[in-house]
């Protein structure tokens, strides 16, 4: 790690630090890891009187760290640097900055204890002019023993501090849940709140870092999203959704992003494996159309002193649990297992934890298993069965996951494990192997052939391996795995391939000036940026904010929202290829509405790389302030949202700079709160009274003129009333009346259609 020493010669003596707020060059020198990461850390703020800080952290290991600042000073036109933190461990992280409207900034960060817990920190800075500045001694601002990971902070509209994080560590020892503490005395102290105690999955998170995000509501009201999975069996991950209102605490999790459910989104790659001559292939890749159909992804070797049944595959993700179950049954009944063999389970899945796909089907059938696990180190397997483990052992089952990391099936040199090989040494013994990585973990990208005297080919059964992971498939898919011709586990039988869902998540939001909740998210079905607003009762349909092609990534979405309604939203997007480094190039990306999310102008490039450095990035992690604030003549600022990111940078001894960029102001509109100013996006409102006999009142809003129709229908989809008919209406809001005195109770729908906009609510009539 650079001496702090080394840091401050940086600052001060390289003239290309400092800059005009409206360029965006770079601030300082530091570990692009830690300095701005996630979409829910935020690490610019800008007070009410034109202050500004950037907090970072320049560590480049996971110990000797504090949190850092940069607060810019617009006499000399700098950035003057200093530090925040004094941790008696110097192990921190993941800082984030949000300023009030008193003109304070309040900051939150993760700090080791001496205990070696993670908490939450919290501190409030005081600004007297652009010189004279004061934080307060950071505290603890939970009230909890946890491992904080992923945090973030936010104020409710009186000021009050909310830091909301998501556990880091191991769930056997901290719980492993969505916290947010909160303060009502300026942070002196706190109280910390479990959101997901009950749903969708208590104690456990489908991995340890999970984006996490905040924004304000009316009325001390504050709305809480993050990214989990519901689901435990397929690969489904989705935005949930908490509001906190003080007199009740935060309501029961709901999903906001329901799965996208237009065909089964599948896993699409499975490793392929070449049997040895006297191995038999169990399970190919299907159907007959697939490019790579009949390649083996799971054989059988009985090499005459020991049997090993290999699967290039993670069940977790892939196939349905009633399929699990019976397909892992039935290889161990093929191979002679049963209730009264001595069983070994590895939990080799350090990163994602998925190895309940393994041992639930062990308890399920009954099974009784010693269970070895690998521990977790960043991903990275801690220890390594040793002979004492195998001792008396009929069967190990090695479950490696698909984590692409280090794993303990090989030594910790990445070569053969010699306790495995003595092991599979002894006759009779036998081995299950199942998991996606095991062999590119060592291996890296194939194909790669093996040869007798190889472990892999004399052991395992295998001639040679190709990593489907790493090859385009015409973004195809593996939909099912049919047995393969001259199959002899005569007990198996063809699987076909999960429902895997897609990914909904990296959820940001920002509220505007009516508490309206604005929300951009990542959607991998096609992988796009999406964006839906929450009126206080529903949430809107979605509306795609990228231009790109299907085949062409995006990540990491953030939103802020300016006083006259101003929405920003930026994003990482793939625009090529490093043809010297091989790595992928990443741009930073920005959309903009003038008008809270009714018109959107076009796509623009925050920045422009054509090139990667040696770490393999172009831009890391943009995070954009969370308040935008208008222009501010004292202090040199022309208004607008503040941006910083980590950027590759051959000027830097480390290869990168912290970054910093102004998106020009765009907000338009004036306060809506008054009934006759016209609305800054389309609204249909739910009908009032409702149940209603036989009469019923529906308001909605439209921000622009053209053709209105207002239609209802029955349960069946019959319509039965037509409100308006391609009505031409100017922008404004409307109620219309709807008298169901001939209709008999039951339940109706209303469609309000107004130019692209549609939605459809339910009403109840009871008579």
Same mark, same amino acid.
């Given at each position: 790690?650079? /001496? ?16 005009? *707020? ?9 570990? +692009?890891?830690?300095? %701005? @990461? ?89 600004? *007297? ?22 945090? &973030?902070?936010? %104020? ?54 999970? =984006? ?103 069940? +977790? ?12 049954? =039935? ?6 297992? &049963? ?22 089907? $062990? ?31 009929? $069967? ?120 309206? $909740? ?18 206080? %009762? ?17 990540? @990491? ?46 796509? *623009?490039?925050? &920045?422009?790389?054509?090139? !990667? ?5 172009? !831009? ?33 001894? $480390? ?79 409307? /109620? ?5 005195? *001939? ?25």
């Amino acid at each position: 790690m650079k /001496k702090l020493f080394t840091l401050f010669a940086l600052i001060l003596s390289m003239s290309f630090l400092s800059f005009a *707020q409206t360029s965006g060059t770079a601030i300082t020198e530091i570990d +692009y890891y830690n300095a %701005t @990461r996630y979409s829910g850390a935020r690490n610019i703020a800008r007070t009410t009187d034109g202050y500004v800080i950037v907090v970072f952290e320049p560590g480049s290991g996971w110990e000797n760290q504090d949190i850092w600042y940069a607060n810019y000073n617009p006499a000399f036109q700098s950035w003057d640097v200093a530090q925040l933190s004094q941790s008696t461990t110097n192990a921190t992280g993941i800082p984030a900055v949000v300023a009030d409207e008193a003109g304070h900034v309040f900051a939150a960060w993760k700090e080791k204890a001496a205990d070696g817990t993670r908490n939450a920190m919290f501190s409030k800075c005081t600004f *007297q002019d652009a010189f004279t500045h004061a934080w307060t001694t950071p505290v603890v601002a939970d009230t909890i023993d946890n491992n904080t990971g992923v945090l &973030t902070i936010d %104020t409710d509209i009186y000021d009050n501090p909310f830091i909301m994080f998501s556990i880091w560590n191991d769930p056997a020892i901290f719980k492993a849940n969505i916290y947010v503490s909160k303060s009502y005395d300026g942070g002196v102290t706190w109280t910390t709140d479990n959101l997901t105690s009950q749903f969708p999955t208590p104690d456990v998170l489908p991995f340890n870092y999970m =984006d996490v995000n905040l924004a304000s509501g009316p009325d001390g009201k504050m709305y809480a999203v993050w990214e989990d999975k519901p689901t435990e069996i397929t690969n489904q991950y989705e935005i949930l959704f908490s509001e906190y209102t003080p007199t009740q605490g935060w309501s029961y999790p709901e999903i906001v992003s329901p799965i996208f459910d237009g065909g089964d989104q599948v896993q699409k790659y499975v490793d392929a494996l070449t049997p040895v001559d006297g191995a038999v292939s169990v399970y190919q890749m299907g159907p007959a159309g697939y490019t790579f159909a009949g390649e083996t992804s799971a054989l059988y070797y009985d090499n005459g002193v020991s049997q090993v049944f290999t699967a290039a595959f993670n069940p +977790y993700y892939t196939v349905p649990a009633s399929d699990n179950t019976q397909w892992i049954g =039935d290889v161990m009944t093929s191979m002679g297992i &049963t209730s009264s063999s001595s069983i070994l389970f590895v939990d080799d899945d350090n990163r994602y934890n998925n190895e309940a796909a393994i041992t639930d089907v $062990l308890d399920n059938l009954g099974y009784s298993y010693t269970n070895f696990d690998c521990g977790d180190n960043g991903g990275m397997a801690t220890d390594i069965p040793g002979a004492s483990d195998y001792e008396g052992k009929d $069967l190990v089952i090695w479950f490696t996951g698909d984590d692409y990391k280090n794993l303990a099936f090989w030594n910790v040199a990445d070569e053969d494990n010699p306790e495995l090989i003595n092991y599979l040494n002894t006759s009779g013994k036998k081995l299950i192997v199942i998991g996606k990585d095991f062999l590119y973990d060592r291996y890296g990208t194939a194909p790669d052939t093996f040869a007798v005297g190889d472990f892999v080919y004399d052991k395992l059964g295998i001639s040679s391996y190709d990593a489907q992971s790493w090859r385009d498939d015409g973004n195809t898919g593996v939909t099912e795995l049919d047995l393969a011709p001259g199959n002899t586990m005569t007990t198996v039988t063809k699987l076909s391939w999960g429902k895997g869902g897609t990914r909904q998540g990296e959820p940001s939001i920002a509220s505007d000036p009516n508490h309206v $909740l604005h929300m951009a998210y990542l959607d991998e079905n096609g992988s796009h940026i999406l964006y839906k607003t929450f009126d206080g %009762t529903t949430w809107s349909d979605s509306v795609r904010l990228d231009n790109t092609a299907d085949t062409v990534t995006v990540m @990491r979405p953030n939103i802020s929202i300016d006083p006259n309604f101003g929405v920003y939203v930026l994003w990482e997007e793939n625009t090529g290829k490093d043809t010297t480094t091989g790595f992928n190039i990443y741009n930073i990306k920005y959309r903009t509405s003038p008008d809270g999310g009714a018109t959107w102008n076009d796509v *623009q490039s925050l &920045t422009n790389l054509s090139q !990667t450095n040696g770490s393999g990035y172009s !831009t890391k992690n943009p995070t954009i302030g969370r308040k935008v604030r208008k222009a501010n003549a004292e202090v040199g600022f022309e208004g607008g949202a503040e941006v910083v990111w980590t950027e590759a940078n051959p000027n830097s001894s $480390l290869g990168y700079y912290v970054m910093y960029a102004r998106i020009p102001y765009v907000g338009t509109l004036t306060g809506v709160e008054d009934e006759n100013a016209i609305p800054v996006k389309f609204n249909l409102a739910q009908n009032y009274p409702n149940p209603f006999n036989p009469t019923t009142e529906i308001e909605y809003a439209i921000p622009k003129a053209g053709n209105v129709s207002l239609t209802v229908y029955n349960a069946l989809g019959q319509k039965v009333a037509s409100l308006l008919t391609n009505k031409m209406q100017n922008a404004g809001r409307y /109620k219309v009346k709807f008298n169901a005195e *001939q209709l008999p109770s039951g339940i109706y729908f209303y469609r309000l259609n107004a130019g692209n906009f549609t939605s459809t609510k339910k009403m109840i009539l009871l008579k």
